[in-house]
């Protein structure tokens, strides 16, 4: 159904799998994918530059339409397959404008979640700083307790009564910060927002398959 599309994804990257699950949304599977690792460099290859000349994953083609943000890629396969799987922008006009909300807040929120955990992967050890490390975490805690208030107390959607754009663009966002233990107990609003949006078909059938194992780092921000 989707074979004139192309997806160059990274396991467990929050823009490659905002992509994948709102193409499992739209009904368009089929797709051709390649999963290429961060790790080995991949992301930096001449296939990966050809479409995204920044080196960056995800890199989503359809037809001869290149759209490498994941936020413009989603906004994409919303307006072209509008009357296809599921409808991601609601008609009510508040729940629009709370989906636009919290969509665009999310950057925000990956922004923040970025700095903590990327910081000493990409900082050489002498050149790290405490002080950037404490006011990293503070930033990311300060941020985390605010998504905890937008949370209803039960199981719910990011915006209004139904699955929409905001919950693709930053529920893996939220998964991320669970997956380098965000505390459960501490955050239970978001904790069950992440279990419960955890089953939806969409987001198993694109789990990020390097999550099945353990890894360096999973207890990152049990802390936090």
């Not at 995800?58 to 890629?73: I, M, Q, R, T």
């Not at 904790?191 to 078909?201: G, T, V």
Request: aromatic share 12%; charged share 25%; proline share 5%.
């Amino acid at each position: 159904m989707a074979k004139d599309m192309t997806l160059l994804w990274g396991s467990g990257s929050p823009p490659c799998w905002r992509v994948m699950i709102a193409l499992e949304e739209k009904n368009l599977q089929g797709y051709n994918q390649k999963l290429l690792s961060f790790q080995k460099g991949e992301h930096k290859s001449a296939e990966v530059m050809a479409m995204n000349p920044r080196g960056q994953l995800p890199a989503f083609k359809h037809k001869d339409y290149v759209l490498n943000e994941s936020y413009g890629a989603c906004l994409y396969l919303e307006s072209q397959f509008k009357s296809q799987g599921s409808k991601l922008i609601p008609d009510c006009p508040a729940e629009q404008a709370m989906m636009y909300q919290r969509m665009f807040e999310g950057l925000t929120l990956n922004q923040k979640m970025a700095d903590v955990i990327y910081y000493n992967w990409k900082v050489p050890e002498g050149e790290r700083h405490d002080s950037a490390v404490k006011r990293n975490r503070e930033a990311l805690t300060a941020e985390v307790k605010l998504w905890e208030t937008y949370m209803d107390k039960k199981c719910g959607f990011m915006a209004g009564k139904t699955f929409s754009l905001a919950d693709v663009a930053v529920y893996p966002s939220i998964a991320y910060v669970f997956h380098y233990g965000l505390s459960e107990e501490r955050y239970p609003k978001l904790a069950a927002y992440y279990n419960c949006l955890k089953k939806r078909p969409s987001i198993q059938t694109s789990w990020p398959p390097t999550w099945q194992e353990a890894h360096e780092g999973s207890e990152m921000l049990k802390d936090l």
